[in-house]
């Protein structure tokens, strides 16, 4: 239980750092901070933010795995990380992105993430 506690809680900040590392860029643009910097520097930032990304993923991973005794088999990690993934861009995007809105059927594909986390369960 307490792996798959771990797992999630890794997952939710791995998934802060990558929202940020890929869609923070377009903030700081928007913001007018990085609207002359050259991709090259846009990507090797995005890296920076990324590296850390990886640093909470992959203990994430091997903690929450079946290979290393956790609870969960890689399919059911990749689906709860999806569904954590789209959690988390939801509500940066609520907080930081305002002026673009959730709509009925942004909360539709969430309910069949959802779905998915469940019959990825089933055995």
Wanted: proline share 3%; net charge neutral; with cysteine.
């Amino acid at each position: 239980m307490q792996q798959g506690i771990w797992t999630i809680v890794l997952l939710v900040f791995s998934n802060v750092f990558m929202t940020f590392a890929w869609y923070g860029q377009l903030k700081l643009q928007e913001m007018h901070i990085t609207t002359d910097w050259p991709l090259i520097l846009i990507i090797l930032a995005s890296w920076g933010v990324a590296l850390f990304e990886y640093c909470f993923m992959v203990p994430a991973n091997r903690i929450g795995s079946t290979i290393n005794g956790g609870p969960f088999n890689l399919m059911q990690l990749k689906v709860i990380q999806e569904v954590i993934s789209l959690t988390v861009f939801t509500v940066i995007v609520a907080l930081v992105f305002k002026n673009q809105p959730i709509q009925w059927n942004h909360i539709v594909a969430f309910i069949c993430m959802v779905a998915a986390v469940f019959f990825v369960f089933l055995r």
